[in-house]
């Protein structure tokens, strides 16, 4: 019996499967044991907890025990790439199909302490803070005893370019003052989030517009900030983390509070984002494959049978059914070559992988979970299948990290600048031409027109 027969492995392409180190081999398996035994069949106590009254913004009982149960499987912190001495030693790749796995339920992420925005916060605190910062900030994030927020998005700002961002951070004696309002970030209406990582500009009339903004770890307890309200996302209020809205005034942390210095802003962000769009892509996927399952159980309920046939014995359905097949399995391609890409030439190289991951990706998934709900009709618009609340990850995750307009820019930016050498290769095939053709002394003209004279 090989060890890829266990049902974990089912979807993963051999060439991955041959990359995989014995670790990850054995991290990947109890990935899939621990969603499918604890956390499938605890979905709806999950959603009960945190409807009792009064405990809305409280982190249910159930996911402490279950991030416990986690903790003690050495399930915690998987995605830490290797190079970072905090690693479990799982390499993109590996944790990508960790992912997929942990997709299935939309919270099985955290109880693996897997969850954005604590990824892409560690990961950063990890790359760029002190010794003494990442005692203090890194290390309860790493043990799972806190949690924290990222502060970056402005009202009324286009924020997918930071260089807009103006809450102001103004340095007075020791300390930063901070004043503005900011957009998401999970809510600090729930006790466990203890700091958030905020970006603002320190040196608004720097000639050099990236090196206006800095970052700064301002805890959640700091006397003037507000939560207006907490942010509704198509409707829901993704309690107990939620997303904040958020005013400063005169918010003041001491000096010590900066990551890495002065104007290094987008240095950090830059660093922080990467890897954290492939989990998203990763997870979808697991989300897709679990609307997938739920709308092929519908095909066969014996209970639906408009005209007489089951729902799957129409055509047109079972071409749905195919077309789906074929774009997920195509979707996990393009995000575990992107993982791959990452792995193999690092993360500034994998960066077109990346953007072509964010843009298909979700993009994919709405479509997929949104057929899955037609197929099984009204009851799937409700809270009787959790296919809305997939649907509406996959949405958001068009405009989280980044609208995926703003990489298809990129791409098609990058795209553009590769149009000279084609140019010029084109100018050398009509050389060539030119060249054949009076040797064979046949009339020569140009390519159909396209090609610039020589
Ligand atoms: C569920 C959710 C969670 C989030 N969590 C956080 C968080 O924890 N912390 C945080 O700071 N932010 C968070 N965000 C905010 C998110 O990062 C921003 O919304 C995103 O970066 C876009 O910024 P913006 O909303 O200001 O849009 P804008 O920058 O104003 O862009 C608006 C629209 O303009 C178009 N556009 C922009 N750029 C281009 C381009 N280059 N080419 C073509 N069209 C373009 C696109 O259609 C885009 O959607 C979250 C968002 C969501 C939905």
């Known amino acids: 019996m090989s060890q890829f027969d266990h ?5 993963i392409p051999p060439w991955v499967k041959a990359k995989l180190s014995p670790t990850a081999i054995e991290k990947i398996k109890k990935v899939y044991d621990f969603v499918e035994t604890e956390c499938i069949p605890a979905e709806p106590i999950m959603d009960a907890e945190i409807a009792v009254e009064g405990k809305r913004w409280t982190t249910q009982p159930l996911m402490h025990e279950l991030r416990g149960k986690a903790k003690s499987a050495g399930l915690f912190n998987l995605f830490l790439p290797n190079h970072f001495p905090e690693s479990p030693g799982l390499t993109n790749l590996e944790y990508a199909c960790c992912c997929e796995l942990m997709g299935r339920v939309y919270w099985a992420q955290q109880t693996m302490n897997c ?3 604590e990824t892409g916060n560690i990961e950063l605190l990890a790359k760029y803070c002190t010794p003494e910062q990442k005692e203090k900030w890194l ?5 799972g005893t806190a949690s924290s927020a990222y502060s ?13 961002i103006a809450c102001r951070i103004t340095r007075e004696g020791n300390e930063y003052v901070i004043n503005g309002r900011k957009l998401y970030g999970n809510c600090m209406w729930n006790s466990e989030n203890k700091f958030f990582i905020l970006m603002g500009c320190s040196d608004p009339t720097n000639p050099n517009k990236w090196a206006r903004h800095s970052t700064v770890i301002v805890p959640t307890n700091t006397p003037g900030i507000t939560q207006v309200r907490n942010l509704t996302i198509m409707g829901y209020d993704h309690a107990p983390e939620g997303h904040g809205e958020y005013l400063y005034e005169n918010v003041r942390v001491p000096v010590e509070n900066i990551i890495l210095g002065e104007g290094r802003a987008f240095e950090i962000a830059q660093g922080r984002l990467g890897p954290g769009r492939i989990h998203h892509c990763m997870r979808l996927i697991g989300q897709c494959e679990r609307a997938y399952e739920l709308a092929l159980i519908r095909c066969i309920d014996a209970r639906k049978t408009p005209r007489g046939r089951l729902i799957g014995e129409f055509d047109s359905n079972i071409e749905r059914i195919a077309q789906m097949r074929l774009d997920i399995d195509q ?3 393009v995000v575990l070559n992107a993982a791959d890409t990452m792995d193999v030439h690092g993360n500034k190289a994998g960066r077109y992988a990346i953007a072509q991951s964010k843009i298909l990706i979700p993009n994919m998934a709405t479509r ?11 009851q799937g618009l409700t809270q009787h299948t959790p296919l809305p609340k997939m649907w509406t990850y996959a949405r958001f995750v068009r405009i989280a990290d980044g609208p995926d307009s703003a990489h298809r820019h990129q791409v098609g930016r990058d795209e553009l600048k590769t149009a000279k050498k084609y140019a010029e290769r084109h100018k050398e095939y009509q050389r060539r031409y030119k060249a054949l053709a009076e040797k064979r002394g046949e009339k020569y003209e140009t390519f159909w027109g396209t090609a610039p004279e020589i």
């Open 139 to 143: 290390k309860p994030l790493l043990e």
């Open 115 to 117: 969850h954005a925005p």
């Open 7 to 11: 049902p974990a492995f089912h979807r």
């Open 331 to 333: 979707a996990r391609l």
């Open 152 to 164: 970056m998005t402005e009202p009324d700002r286009a924020s997918s370019d930071a260089t807009q």
């Open 368 to 378: 997929i979970i949104d057929e899955c709900m037609q197929l099984y009709g009204g």
